[in-house]
């Protein structure tokens, strides 16, 4: 009988790491120095002062208590307040392709599989490093991989949605092992100028091996696949080749990653739970018999709440549903995979969930159970 696994994991992150009192501390500074700025468009009513964060705000909002990034200085100076990294070039390996090599290797090592076992790589992020050529490619290339390889993009969707695309050309006959790449370097996406999203995004990479028949200890079989989307503008980036042709005016931070937080939270927290319950449903699998959800890592309190709706209690063990948001920050599409890398002890024959869902919006949930 031909089964489907997640043979092993990997994560990567890099090693700075900013603290919530930090990334206050030198939002703050900004703001002071802007509202002294423009204090007299402030005071004639032509300019909104802006309003000082706090650690409290943070941790309330989201969870978060700090967060892995690759450039920590450049990101709390407050005259520049973003990383600052070098253009993709040909002379060196892209950023997401560095990130996704150390990820794929520890997966390779914990599924026990060579690059000669393998038969494609795909790649899925929410933001793409460059257009062409494909970042799976120079990944595959790097690692000595033969077959095909590609990138995909389904915003915070991504990671699960590659995934759903490995285990399909995998039933097909078309490979037997597909490495998933996942790098999510989301710093450069992040306006830290403003108070909602300053605090959110941290970097890193995960990565899985899919495989039919592992036998490897960490394997995890694929017991159902569960997609949709629905098209929403509450979370948006138009940032594109288009940009530099527009006859029309938007700032880069008008084009970088914005997104209307409190609709996002009331209109996908019930379409997630309802989502689940209903795939938990059609496989007769009742929701006690789930002893983990990997949820995305988009906020704490989203994901207490979708898991609260979907067992009918608010009041359950926290390791129900692991929170490495709490450290790492949200980790754009990487972070339900990122949760199951570091936090997935099951038995032989228990089961969880893996659920990512994001921009568009995008939902992707997966059902496995330890071999």
């Given at each position: ?161 590659a995934i ?132 995305h890592q ?16 608010d009041d ?56």
């Amino acid at each position: 009988m031909q089964e489907i696994h997640i043979a092993g994991t990997g994560v990567w992150y890099p090693e700075d790491v900013i603290t919530n009192d930090e990334i206050v501390s030198s939002y703050n500074a900004y703001v002071d120095n802007f509202n002294e700025s423009n204090k007299d468009s402030i005071a004639s009513g032509d300019i909104i002062a802006l309003e000082h964060s706090s650690v409290e705000f943070i941790e309330k909002a989201s969870g978060i208590k700090t967060r892995h990034v690759v450039d920590k200085k450049n990101i709390l100076d407050v005259e520049r307040m973003m990383p600052s990294l070098k253009h993709e070039d040909e002379s060196r390996l892209s950023i997401q392709a560095v990130a996704g090599i150390h990820a794929a290797k520890k997966a390779m090592t914990q599924a026990n599989v060579t690059p000669d076992d393998i038969d494609a790589v795909i790649l899925g992020t929410s933001h793409n490093a460059r257009y062409y050529p494909a970042v799976a490619i120079e990944i595959q290339n790097e690692l000595g991989i033969d077959g095909y390889a590609y990138d995909m993009l389904v915003g915070c969707s991504s990671t699960t949605f590659a995934i759903n695309n490995a285990y399909s050309d995998i039933a097909s006959g078309l490979a037997e092992t597909i490495l998933v790449v996942n790098p999510e370097i989301s710093t450069p996406a992040v306006n830290f100028g403003k108070r909602d999203i300053h605090f959110i995004f941290g970097d890193g990479c995960v990565a899985s091996v899919i495989k039919k028949n592992s036998s490897s200890e960490k394997s995890f079989k694929i017991l159902d696949r569960k997609l949709m989307t629905q098209f929403s503008n509450n979370i948006r980036s138009d940032w594109s080749y288009l940009a530099r042709t527009a006859s029309d005016y938007k700032t880069a931070e008008d084009l970088i990653f914005n997104q209307n937080g409190g609709s996002v939270f009331k209109e996908v927290c019930p379409l997630v739970a309802k989502f689940i319950s209903t795939q938990l449903e059609k496989n007769n699998i009742k929701v006690e018999d789930i002893s983990k959800f990997w949820l995305h890592q988009a906020n704490a309190r989203m994901i207490n709440l979708i898991v609260s709706k979907i067992i009918g209690s608010d009041d359950f063990d926290t390791n129900l549903a692991p929170l490495p948001i709490e450290s790492f920050g949200n980790l754009a599409s990487a972070g339900s995979m990122f949760a199951f890398n570091l936090n997935n002890d099951l038995k032989s024959g228990e089961k969880g969930i893996i659920c990512s869902f994001g921009a568009g919006y995008s939902v992707c949930s997966i059902i496995v159970e330890k071999v």
